[in-house]
């Protein structure tokens, strides 16, 4: 009797069009040496740019921005003498090893696996992948913490369920970083695009405000959206072109806790409460101990601005409870020996973070970034589309979207572009907050398909723990439909928001008034 060969699976034309995405990503050289690439690839064109003498007007300044050459006797000097310099003050940097050094301690003790044995047990499966979704879009409000705890924090979650660990990383990465924007509370961000929005404001009107809370109506609603998004796209694309995970990786069993385990947790949860108490303590009280006393807000306080010393804390101090109470942790020897592990596992991010910081300090110093932002801008304006307030805010948001890709901070952005676009608008009748909020619509979409986001290095390092081989195409074509799911929704929302005429927040209607 002979056997029949099983038919081939065919993919959809969406799933061939992603792993050719992921062919042609992982095709590319190692992650380092890309980056070695790339920043290569900057000085050459420094170089023709600067040749062919590309300026631009600095919209914020009047000043003209030239092409910087890196070639130059200069430019070399500068990339010679400030390659330690670039390094040291890559942002991921310190604050990834920091906050993670702590959390290596949770890990190394076994709070993290008890605690998520007790979350797995507890919660209903369904609601695990909104969970992680709308965890990663909150944390925005903590600036990093969702892309040094959360992301690699959701890919144990999944994989301790039973699921591919890459999908728990996927979701939690398109909360954090695709859901930049979106968010039931006003943070940071927040303050620093509405101080832009308002100094390009009063290029038109000296006396216009832009307040903080400019988006928040948009922006709460746009959290519900992203979650409901970023769901739908984890369950119904992602998770079928994945499928079932059979990499080496540690999966934590789902066997009840023991006393020994209940113990721990409980001396964890103990000095949780009283770290979080010494906390509140600080920030609560006018006057407190963690208030700057020059500026008493709360984004200003210590607590926020060192927010990198409380993870860490917050980390440290519950997994060394858990492991005394435990028994997983005998001495300091234990304590070291948990943090040096966690090192030893971040030492390909520390290879591709000195490349990486090469490029992006190199690309800062050529202006091409600025050059790239004003000449698209200068673009839009010359489309004609002055009376149609919906296609001039597509076009913004693909505007910002597509910059987002070169130009990953959203105040170093918004600082070049808000000058031309607020006033344009507001000549046209439009308001700032309306403007602003179709550009953090952009800003937010790309990030997680762009290597030049300053945390993707760090979200490649948490992918090669499940998958060694993985590349950068892995990454792009999972994170792909996200992007564009995403993006057609949000676009869709603004649309609506529009026709409906909504405030963009409170005091922040859409048109001015005539």
Excluded at 76 to 101: D, H, K, V, W
Excluded at 274 to 279: I, Q, R
Aim: hydrophobic share 55%; charged share 10%; net charge neutral.
């Amino acid at each position: 009797m002979s056997s029949v060969p099983a038919p081939a699976v065919r993919l959809s034309p969406l799933q061939r069009f992603l792993n050719g995405v992921e062919r042609a990503g992982n095709a590319l050289p190692h992650p380092a040496t890309l980056f070695a690439l790339l920043a290569a690839g900057v000085v050459v064109v420094s170089w023709i740019c600067h040749t062919l003498g590309v300026t631009v007007t600095n919209p914020a300044t009047g000043k003209i921005v030239a092409t910087v050459n890196l070639l130059s006797t200069e430019g070399l000097q500068r990339m010679l003498t400030e390659l330690t310099r670039n390094f040291l003050a890559y942002p991921p940097l310190g604050i990834s090893l920091a906050c993670l050094m702590g959390i290596g301690i949770a890990e190394y003790s076994g709070l993290m696996g008890a605690m998520l044995r007790l979350v797995v047990l507890a919660s209903p499966r369904a609601l695990i992948t909104p969970m992680v979704v709308f965890a990663g879009v909150m944390s925005n409000a903590g600036s990093e913490v969702g892309y040094v705890l959360l992301i690699p924090l959701a890919a144990a979650l999944f994989h301790a369920l039973g699921r591919h660990p890459l999908l728990g990383l996927a979701a939690a990465f398109a909360g954090v970083s695709g859901g930049y924007s979106a968010n039931l509370l006003v943070g940071s961000v927040d303050v620093l695009l509405a101080g832009l929005s308002e100094a390009a404001a009063r290029i038109v009107d000296p006396t216009y405000q832009v307040t903080a809370v400019a988006n928040w109506y948009f922006m709460a609603v746009s959290t519900f959206l992203v979650t409901g998004a970023g769901t739908w796209v984890t369950e119904k694309i992602v998770a079928p072109r994945l499928g079932d995970y059979r990499g080496d990786a540690r999966r934590e069993e789902l066997k009840p806790l023991d006393p020994r385990e209940k113990r721990g947790l409980w001396a964890a949860a103990g000095v949780t409460v009283l770290l979080t108490a010494v906390v509140l303590a600080g920030v609560l009280p006018a006057g407190g101990f963690l208030i700057n006393p020059k500026n008493p807000d709360f984004a200003q306080s210590a607590f926020m601005v060192g927010l990198v010393t409380f993870i860490f804390l917050y980390g440290l101090l519950p997994g060394i409870a858990y492991g005394v109470a435990a028994g997983t942790i005998k001495s300091d020897h234990d304590v070291m020996a948990g943090m040096t592990q966690t090192m030893k596992s971040m030492a390909s991010f520390i290879v591709l973070a000195f490349f990486a910081a090469q490029f992006i300090s190199y690309f800062n110093w050529t202006n091409l970034g600025i050059i790239t932002a004003v000449s698209g801008a200068e673009f839009i304006q010359h489309l004609g589309l002055q009376n149609q307030p919906t296609l001039l805010m597509i076009a913004l948001v693909l505007f910002a979207a597509t910059v987002n890709i070169l130009i990953s901070s959203a105040s170093a952005k918004w600082a070049l572009l808000a000058p031309v676009f607020v006033p344009m608008f507001m000549l046209l009748g439009y308001s700032p907050e309306m403007v602003q909020g179709a550009f953090r619509v952009g800003d937010s979409v790309t990030n997680i398909i762009t290597p030049l986001m300053s945390y993707f290095p760090l979200i490649l390092t948490f992918l090669h723990k499940y998958d060694p081989k993985a590349g950068i195409g892995t990454l792009i074509a999972t994170m792909l439909p996200y992007s564009v799911v995403f993006l057609i929704t949000w676009v869709l929302l603004l649309i609506g928001w529009i026709a409906l005429g909504q405030p963009m927040g409170p005091g922040a209607p859409l048109f001015l008034a005539k």
